[in-house]
């Protein structure tokens, strides 16, 4: 899938329109043997389109600001290294946002910059809102340098129903904050990892909504 599909202005997500037509005729057949099973199937398929929906977000235009790349829950703050397989053997301030199934999949960039290294691993499929799933699941790994060279690691995480991470851009392309990259199908997490001397703007609990909510900012001195 191509950039440019990515930043679409469609409000369902193209994925979404495929599962929603395999769901729908599956169903319509279905209808005339189990009727009762054809309701839940054409449930299926609304609730589908739903969970691809693509909403326009407003970015928050915040200097230095980090905002959430995922609509959800902050599950965890912490301190801790990235994925091994990104490089970064130090710690950095970790924020980790839990999506359920009801909330938008569409992932965003939390700052403006290049993409200096994209890494894929196949992994477990635990539970997303425990904290072995940064390490077992399935996870695709992101590394994106703004203009002061600061590194941000964005790292989408499969969880106990998600099954494929897709991503829409390529390493040494350009992402503006806000900017679609990829989604995550069905349940799962997004962990943003950053310079350890930022400061949070967020707390566990907090609901945010991908390509607006603040989440953290960034030194100034950097």
Known sequence: ????????????????????????IASYLIYFIFPIVAVLGFFLTIFTLCFFRNPKRTNPKIPNSIISSADGKV???DTACPPEETGIDSEMLR????????????????????????VYKEGSFFNAS????????????????NEKGIEVVVVQIAGLIARRILSFVSKNENLDQGER?????????????????????????????AGESLLATLAENI
Do not use: Q
């Open 130 to 145: 425990l904290d072995k799933a940064s390490e077992k699941n399935e996870r695709s790994s992101i590394i994106i340098s």
């Open 1 to 24: 899938m191509t950039k440019k599909e990515s930043n679409s202005k469609y409000y369902i997500h193209p994925e979404g329109w495929k599962f929603s037509f395999i769901f729908f």
């Open 95 to 118: 924020i980790c946002v839990f999506m359920n199934v009801f909330n938008v999949h569409i992932n965003r960039s939390p700052i403006s910059g290049a993409i200096k290294k994209i």
């Open 75 to 77: 599950c965890l703050i």
């Open 181 to 209: 990259y990829g989604l995550i199908r069905f349940g799962s997490r997004v962990d943003i990892y950053l310079p350890k001397n930022s400061s949070i703007n967020c707390n566990v609990g907090d609901k945010v909504v």
